[in-house]
C-alpha cells in the first residue's frame, strides 16, 4: 500500500510558491535548451557530416524518439523513488552530457550522446506536471503549470538562439559548450530550490498495475483525444521549426546563420501566451479556449507558405503563440481528467507529444528533399489541421462531475 498523503497545498504568495515556482522554470529551461539546442544546427551538421536533411534531423528525432519510449517508464520509476528524486537526477544527468556533446568526436557518437539525453530527459516533463497537479493550490495550478511551459518556451528559444547565433563566431562545439555550462548552473539551482513534494504516495507498482493505469487512460472518453492532439501539435511544430532553417537560407531569402538562429526570439510570444491562456481557459473554460489557439497556430503555419521574409517570420510567431498556449492547457486538461493514474496519463501524452515529434520531424526532412517547402507544408499543416479538427471534437467532451482537483488514489489500488 502506498503511503498516507498529507494535504499541503503551495499556495500563491508564500516562500514555497516562489522556490517552487523558479525551480520549475528553470527546469523547463534546462530541459528544453537541451534537447532542442541542435535544431538550428541541423543545416550545419548536413554539410559538415556530409548528410541530407532527413539523416541531420537524427540529432533531434533520436532524442525525441527515445524520451518519448523512456517517459512510458519514468513515471513508473518516480512512483517508486518519488517524484524530486528522479527529477534531481534526470536534470543533473542530462546537464552532463550536455557538457560531453561537443566533445562528440564524430556523427554517431555525437547520436548516441543525443539518445542517451533521450532517457535522462525523460525524468523530468514526466512528472512535472503531475507534481505541480498535486502539489498546487487550486488557485495556483493554472499559473504555475502556464509558467512552467512558458519555460520550456524560454528554454527551446534560448537552446536555439544561443547555438545558432555563436556558431557563426565560435563553431558549433564551442556554442554547445557555453550553453552547457548555462544548463549545468541552472541545473544546480533546481536541486537547491525544489521542494520536496507532500502529497505525492511513494509506491511499489507492478508493472501488471503500471499496464492497467495505462489502458485505464484510454477508457476516458477525452484523453484519447488530447493524446492525439499532443502528437499532431507536436509534430506539426518541430517539422516547421526543423526545415525552416533550411529554407530561409536557400535564395531568394539566403539569410546567414545568426539571422536564422535570431528567428527563434519569436519563442517569446510562446512564453507569455502559455501563461495568459491558462488564465483564460480558468476563467471561460477549456472547451471555449482550446480549440481558437490550434486555429490560431494552424493560420500561422499556412501564412509561411508566402515567399516573403517578413511573412514566414510572421507565420513562425503566429504558430508559436498558438502553440505553446494550446499545449499548456491540454497539458493541465490531462491533468484534471486523470482521476486515476495521472502520472501514467501525463507520461502518454508526452509519449505522443515526442512520438509526434520524431515521426513527423524526420517525415518532414523526406518531404523537403522531395517537393520543398510545399512538402514540409503538407506534413506540418496536414498536422495543424487534423489538431484543428481534434479541438473542434474536444468542445463537446462531457464535463466530469467531479471538483477540479480530485484526490487521487493510491498507485496500484
Do not use: C
Not at 520549475?24 to 554539410?47: E, G, N, T
Not at 528522479?86 to 560531453?100: D, E, F, S
Not at 506540418?380 to 481534434?390: E, K, P, Q
Amino acid at each position: 500500500m502506498a503511503e498516507a498523503q498529507v494535504q499541503v497545498a503551495i499556495r500563491r504568495g508564500t516562500p514555497a510558491f516562489f522556490r517552487a515556482n523558479t525551480a520549475f522554470f528553470l527546469s523547463a529551461f534546462a530541459i528544453f535548451a537541451s534537447l532542442y539546442s541542435v535544431q538550428p544546427l541541423l543545416p550545419i551538421f548536413a554539410v559538415e557530416f556530409g548528410l541530407d536533411a532527413a539523416t541531420s534531423s537524427l540529432a533531434l528525432s533520436a532524442t525525441t524518439a527515445t524520451l518519448a519510449v523512456a517517459l512510458l517508464l519514468a513515471s513508473w520509476v518516480a512512483d517508486r523513488l518519488g517524484r524530486k528524486t528522479l527529477m534531481v537526477w534526470a536534470i543533473l544527468l542530462t546537464a552532463t552530457l550536455g557538457l560531453l556533446l561537443p566533445f562528440a568526436p564524430n556523427w554517431w557518437s555525437l547520436i548516441v550522446i543525443r539518445t542517451l539525453m533521450g532517457l535522462t530527459l525523460s525524468g523530468l516533463p514526466a512528472v512535472a506536471m503531475v507534481y505541480l497537479a498535486e502539489e498546487m493550490d487550486p488557485d495556483a495550478l493554472g499559473f504555475s503549470m502556464g509558467l512552467y511551459i512558458g519555460g520550456t518556451a524560454i528554454g527551446g528559444m534560448a537552446g536555439r538562439l544561443v547555438s545558432g547565433v555563436l556558431t557563426d563566431w565560435i563553431g558549433w562545439r564551442l556554442a554547445l559548450l557555453v550553453l552547457g555550462i548555462a544548463i549545468a548552473a541552472a541545473a544546480l539551482a533546481v536541486v537547491l530550490l525544489l521542494p520536496t513534494p507532500h502529497n505525492s504516495a511513494r509506491s511499489r507498482l507492478g508493472m501488471r498495475d503500471l499496464v492497467r493505469l495505462v489502458a485505464v487512460q484510454f477508457t476516458d472518453k477525452g484523453l484519447p483525444w488530447l493524446f492525439a492532439s499532443a502528437f499532431l501539435l507536436m509534430g506539426s511544430f518541430v517539422t516547421l521549426y526543423n526545415y525552416a532553417g533550411f529554407l530561409l537560407a536557400l535564395p531568394p531569402f539566403a539569410l546567414s546563420h545568426s539571422a536564422i538562429a535570431a528567428i527563434f526570439v519569436v519563442y517569446l510570444f510562446g512564453s507569455v501566451s502559455s501563461a495568459w491562456a491558462g488564465g483564460l481557459a480558468q476563467r471561460l473554460g477549456r472547451r471555449k479556449v482550446y480549440w481558437t489557439l490550434v486555429l490560431i497556430m494552424t493560420t500561422g503555419v499556412f501564412l509561411t507558405l508566402i515567399p516573403s521574409t517578413p511573412a514566414i517570420i510572421a507565420g513562425l510567431a503566429i504558430a508559436t503563440i498558438g502553440y505553446f498556449a494550446a499545449h499548456g492547457i491540454a497539458s493541465a486538461w490531462v491533468a484534471r481528467r486523470a482521476v486515476v493514474g495521472r502520472a501514467q496519463a501525463s507520461a502518454i501524452y508526452l509519449f505522443a507529444y515526442y512520438l509526434g515529434s520524431s515521426v513527423l520531424g524526420t517525415l518532414g526532412g523526406y518531404a523537403w528533399m522531395a517537393w520543398g517547402w510545399p512538402g514540409v507544408m503538407l506534413v506540418s499543416g496536414g498536422a495543424a489541421i487534423a489538431a484543428f479538427l481534434v479541438s473542434v471534437r474536444l468542445m463537446w467532451l462531457p464535463v466530469l462531475p467531479i471538483p477540479e482537483r480530485p484526490a487521487e488514489p493510491p498507485a496500484g489500488v
